[in-house]
């Protein structure tokens, strides 16, 4: 079965490491801090002016006072910081974040990356992901494989407008985990009862697969 998206994100908190400042971005990413390992201490960053994100609330505990850049609540954890967008771009900008986990609409097998605007729809701007995607030391995608219509969106080149060129290094999509690499996508884990065939027909891009592909444990 492809994982939904708990189970995407479930997959990403296992490369969060002890000690890393790590950014998550709109949707599937900002699921990522509920299931961050234990026994490890993580910074989370959010571009609207905090330092040390914690888990989304329980029910009937949110405060409308703290959200996170997609206006989710949110909480915080002791010794949490506030500041304005100035001094969180900054820390962006100054390649101060260790990990970015962004959403996709599309992926390049080079590694380029389109996740902010679809053509004829309105959107408000490309929020802060230029930013992030130019700045960070890594960046793991957090995607659904394929579109509504069974397209798929790891592609041989981005068909709509890219928001950075060559940047992604890792993809956890609901079929597996996948390297991005100067060769094109190199499958590393294939998600629970999904098989290697069902992955090489739903991937555009040029997909690499080792001779042993593990089911991935979560």
Avoid at 48 to 60: I, K, R, S, Y
Avoid at 69 to 79: D, E, H, R, S, Y
Avoid at 133 to 143: D, G, L, T
Avoid at 168 to 191: H, M, Q
Wanted: hydrophobic content about 45%.
């Amino acid at each position: 079965m492809a994982l939904d998206k708990i189970g995407i994100a479930k997959r990403i908190a296992r490369e969060v490491k002890d000690g890393m400042y790590v950014n998550l971005g709109i949707g599937i990413p900002t699921l990522v801090a509920n299931y961050l390992p234990q026994g490890i201490e993580v910074e989370l960053q959010s571009e609207n002016g905090l330092l040390g994100m914690g888990p989304f609330p329980w029910d009937g505990e949110e405060d409308a006072d703290l959200i996170n850049a997609g206006k989710q609540t949110i909480t915080t954890l002791p010794g949490s910081v506030f500041f304005d967008s100035a001094m969180s771009f900054g820390m962006i900008r100054a390649q101060k974040v260790d990990l970015t986990i962004l959403g996709a609409m599309e992926v390049s097998e080079r590694g380029d990356i389109a996740n902010w605007k679809v053509p004829g729809k309105m959107v408000k701007g490309m929020g802060g992901a230029m930013d992030l995607v130019a700045s960070a030391k890594n960046i793991i995608v957090a995607m659904q494989h394929c579109d509504k219509a069974g397209n798929s969106k790891l592609l041989p080149a981005c068909t709509l407008p890219l928001t950075g060129v060559g940047c992604v290094k890792k993809i956890v999509s609901d079929l597996g985990v996948f390297d991005v690499t100067p060769d094109g996508f190199v499958l590393v884990e294939r998600a629970p009862g999904v098989s290697v065939e069902e992955i090489v027909q739903s991937t555009k891009g040029k997909l690499i697969v080792p001779n042993d592909v593990p089911e991935m444990v979560i």
